[in-house]
C-alpha cells in the first residue's frame, strides 16, 4: 500500500479509545507481511500495543492507535487525506511506517515501531510500554503527534481530575427536604472558574477545561449525586496548581485525580523549525526508551473536530523528516 492508501486503510478501522483491538491486528499483521517481529504488548485480550522490531531497535517510532469518538471514515481530495485519526494519529502511522522502510532499505536494521492503545485517556498502553525489556536498548524515541512537522522542544504538562459531590433526594417540588448535589457542584466550579493559574514564560497559560458535568437522576428529583471531568493544562508544576485547586474546592467536594505529570523539554535536533504544543503525550509515560523527541504532520486544530484532516503533502514531507530524523540518531551515540 502506498502512503494515502494505508492512511485511508487505518482511518476506516474504527478505533475509538477501548475498541483498538481492530486496528491492532490490522497493524500486527501488515508489520509481519513487511518481516518485522511483531510483539503484541497485551493490556487485556482485545486491547494491546503493536511492537514491531527489525533488529534491536536504537531508535523506536511512535504514537497511539486510539482515536476520539466518533468514528469518521475516511475520504481524499487533490489536496487532503479526511476522517478520525487522519492527523491525529493513523495519518502519522503510515508515514512512520513509510519511513522505517526507507531505513531498512538503507541497511539500518536496529528500527522499531511501537504503537499504542488508550493515549486520549490515561496512555495505559504506554505505562505498559514502558516496563517492556526491549525498551532497555532504545536510545531516541521519535514520537508523533501533529505538529505541523516541526520539531517540539517542549510539551505542556497535564492533571486530570474527577470531582464530586453527595447530596439528598427530595421531591422537586419541595427542595427544602432535600440537597443537591448539583447546586453544590455548581458552586465549586464556578470558585474553579475564578481561579488565577500559574504563567511560564516558555509554556504560557495554565488552562483548565471542564469537559464532562453529570448528575442527578430525573428532573423531579432533587439530585443526590453529581460529578464533574477536568483536564488541566500546565504551564508550571503540578504542585502550585493542585494547591490553588484544593484552596477553591475548600472541602466542599470531593477529588480523584486520574493522571498528573509535569511540563517536558525535548530533545532538539538543529536545523529543523522548533515549537512548543500546548497538548500531551504518552512521552511522559514512556521515559525508559531513550530521548524523546516529538514531530508529525497535520495541524492540532483540524484533530478532535468533525472536519479532521491531514494535508498530503505534509503526510509525504514527514516520511522525509522521520527518516531523516532516524538516520541521525542511528549514527549518534546514545
Partial sequence: MDLFELTRKLIDVPSVTGYEGEVGKFLELYLKSLGYEVQPQRITDDRFNVFAMAGTPRVVFSTHMDTVPPHIGSSEDHDYVYG??????????????QAAENLRHKGLTDIGLL????????SLGAQLANKDAAAKASCYLING?????????????????????SGRSAHSAYPEHGSSAIDALLDVLESIRECQWPVDEEFGDTTCNIGVIAGGRRPNVIADEARAELQIRLATGVAPVRELLDC?????????????????RLHIVPGIEQCVVR???????????GKALLIGPGSILDAHTDHERVRKDELLTAVELYASLGEQLYAASC
Fill in 145 to 165: 503527534e501533529p505538529t505541523d512537522n516541526k520539531l517540539a522542544s517542549g510539551t505542556k504538562g497535564s492533571l486530570r481530575c474527577l470531582l464530586s459531590t
Fill in 279 to 289: 497538548f500531551t503525550t504518552d512521552i511522559p509515560y514512556l521515559s525508559n526508551w
Fill in 84 to 97: 478520525r485519526g487522519a492527523c491525529d494519529a493513523k495519518g502519522i502511522i503510515a508515514a512512520q511506517i
Fill in 115 to 122: 504503537f499504542t492503545v488508550d493515549e486520549e485517556m490515561g
Fill in 248 to 264: 477553591a474546592i475548600a472541602g466542599r467536594a470531593n477529588i480523584e485525580i486520574q493522571s498528573a505529570h509535569e511540563p517536558i
